[in-house]
């Protein structure tokens, strides 16, 4: 089983409840996506029944009690994962599959891909980018207190990024967006966009593109006037490269339609 996000994680216990013979692999932290989900996120959920575990009565909670949860339960099953096991290639071989990893070689009968959908984060291919301000998710808008942040993207994580940055005490933070209009994100955040723009907290420039980051500032082109902003740090949400090449040498078919794998 590779991935020990949500889905990674319910099927080892239907494996572990089957007293099937398996392995979990995965290549950084327990929860997937949850765990870089910024601190204090709601995370809307409905009622499952976990395997060996029983009913889980969650509808709205915080990605911090989701983990407790989850960890309560693998620590209560006995779920081993482990950890650091990124798979970089997958052979098949007659009856079975050859899988290897950054540290270590599988051979197995069955291969379920739990990976999800973040893939590799996509990065902006500007001058500067490489430095270490810039970085490809949030995790705790608290760190940027006092500092000048550029949020880059246009969809719910980029929104949610912003406006959470904004209401840290001293923050100057700054929402760039290539489109004309947040299409792409939910209408609640739209709306907390609004509210923190009119309030004075957060600036939005729409149709620009960021151009080149330099220590102290941001250049940005926005419909062919050129912006420089102060900058500590940039937070770039411009969604994930999926993992094509890689299921597609592995023998996987892929099928695009409407520009979406």
């Keep these: 089983i590779v991935g020990a996000g949500p889905s990674g994680f319910s099927a080892s216990l239907a494996a572990m409840a ?66 650091g096991e990124r798979v970089v290639k997958v052979e098949p071989a007659n009856d079975h599959f050859l899988v290897q990893t950054e540290k270590n070689n599988f051979a197995t009968r069955n291969l379920l891909l739990t990976i999800g959908r973040r893939g590799t984060p996509r990065k902006l291919n500007v001058p500067g980018e490489d430095q270490e301000k810039v970085v490809y998710r949030l995790i705790d808008p608290e760190q940027y207190a006092g500092q000048h942040v550029l949020v880059v993207g246009g969809g719910d994580s980029a929104l949610e990024a912003a406006v959470s940055i904004s209401e840290v005490e001293g923050t100057t933070v700054a929402l760039s967006y290539r489109s004309a209009a947040f299409g792409r994100a939910k209408q609640k955040n739209r709306e907390k966009v609004e509210m923190a723009e009119k309030t004075g907290g957060l600036r939005v420039l729409l149709s620009s593109n960021v151009m080149s980051i330099s220590e102290n500032d941001i250049t940005l082109d926005q419909e062919g ?15 994930g490269i999926l993992p094509t090449g890689f299921l597609k040498d592995m023998g996987i078919e892929i099928e695009t339609k409407f520009g979406t794998a």
């Design 18 to 83: 089957e007293k099937m013979s398996f392995v979990t692999l995965e290549q950084e932290t327990f929860g997937g996506t949850v765990a870089h989900y910024p601190r204090g996120k709601v995370v809307m959920t409905q009622p499952v029944n976990l395997p060996l575990y029983g009913k889980a009565n969650f509808r709205e909670t915080t990605k911090e009690k989701l983990l407790e949860f989850w960890h309560k339960v693998r620590e209560e099953t006995g779920l081993e994962v482990q950890y």
């Design 225 to 239: 006037q050129t912006i420089t902003i102060e900058n500590d740090a940039v937070i770039v949400c411009a969604g």
